[in-house]
């Protein structure tokens, strides 16, 4: 079921459903920086953390290290009410990340558990030809219940991705994509002190199916950070006034995705081609992730609080909602509500004020599937899903654990105003335009 599928049903249920501050600049004089905490990596880099996700083990042997990807399907959930049948490496989705240290050699075993051949192709690493993982073109399919075997060097640092190219389409689509971090040998630039992967993701998963559509084009209705998709995301805690490094990878099928933060801004200091240079960086508040591309991000919070960070494009933070029918905002219901309910009771047209609310009405929906549901925030339901998370920005991040909410100064939050203050500041509520 797609989203117009799901507004007709929910239409036979209850009525139409309508659905700091740049890298290399100083630091403002309020903000606190921490002590920079070192890392294992050379130069005190710090491990990169993947929200909901995982890091791939690897072992060392003879100067070489060596890890294992398990190619399987993998019962997952995308947040709570929404299960999917999906396909992914080492009994997740998405696969775990893989960090290395550049020159380190390595040596990648992929069994296939899958019921068709599958490849591993390591997207923007350069590598001998024989290991690139193009099925027909640089080697042969990895068929079911075979193991191939990788070995190349990481030459170059930086962030890359991996995935399939044998039926990429299929595969992909139900989840068989990873990040890969090469930390350099030698650092350049201030050391970050929190280090993020994250992926973007697209679905479409029909309400009331498990299994996301692989032949789906264009009208996907899951949209996700590490497979997640709210409420469902792992928030990011970090410190106000830490160096703060943020890798997006995007797998979509077709999307690309405007990531944007609140609270700050950012520079984008690299790509999966490498680093971009000091000179060409340039304050951002959101950066277009495109399809097969990475985008690097590295900025300093000043401000404390629980920070919306989101794709911006509006269905990409919905869960399966609707879409697709005729503009009824505005349109007068009740004619309708009352000849419906004596066939419906309780019938009540939705839409027509607008659907911000709607988490709150707890509609009976599809089994196995999220319409209308965003998260519980500490003034309201946050009305938004999909691919959105939170950066929450601590003075002591490291007593947070991410599930409490920011608590705000006296006079610090937006509330209703004060009619005394109003007049006084020559505000007229009732002004005719």
Known sequence: MDRRDFVKLGAAISGTLVAARAAGQALPSQARPLPAK????????????????????????????????????????????????????????????????????????????????????????????????????????IMPRETHMYEFTFDKPGTFMYHPHFDE??????????????????????????????????????????????????????LTFNAKAFPGTEPLVVGKGERVRIRLGNLSAMDHHPIHLHGLSFEVVGTDGGDIPVSARVPETTVLVPTGSVRVIEFVPTESGDWAMHCHMTHHIMNQMGHGMGVIVGANAAK??????????????????????????????????????????????????????????????????????????????????????????????????
């Open 336 to 433: 309708i509500d009352a000849r419906v309910q004596q066939l419906v009771p309780g019938y009540m047209t939705m839409g027509h004020t607008g659907m911000g609310d709607m988490a709150e009405m707890k509609m009976p929906a599809p089994k196995n599937s999220i319409p209308m549901v965003g998260g519980k925030g500490p003034f309201s339901s946050i009305d938004m899903g999909g691919m959105f998370t939170i950066l929450k920005v601590r003075d002591n991040p490291e007593s947070e654990d991410g599930s409490g909410w920011y608590s705000h100064p006296k006079g610090s939050v937006a509330d209703k105003a004060d009619a005394a203050m109003m007049q006084a500041d020559g505000v007229d509520p009732d002004v005719k335009f």
């Open 38 to 141: 070192p890392g294992p990596f050379p130069g005190g880099q710090v491990r990169v953390v993947t929200p909901n996700g995982a890091t791939l083990p690897m072992k060392e042997k003879d100067g070489l290290k060596i890890g294992h990807l398990v190619a399987m399907p993998v019962d997952h959930t995308f947040a709570p009410g929404l299960e999917g049948a999906c396909w992914g490496y080492n009994g997740r989705v998405h696969g775990p990340t893989i960090e290395v240290v550049e020159g380190d050699r390595a040596r990648f075993y992929v069994t296939n558990r899958l019921p068709e051949p599958t490849t591993v192709h390591w997207h923007g690493i350069i590598l001998p030809n024989g290991m690139d993982g193009v099925a027909g073109l640089t080697q042969r399919p």
């Open 169 to 222: 389409m299929t595969q992909m689509a139900l989840g068989m994509v990873g990040m890969i971090v090469v930390h350099p040998k030698k650092p350049k630039g201030p050391r970050v002190d929190r280090d993020f992967a994250l992926i973007t993701h697209e679905w479409a998963i029909r309400a009331g199916m498990r299994r996301p559509d692989p032949n789906e084009m264009k009208d996907f209705n899951v």
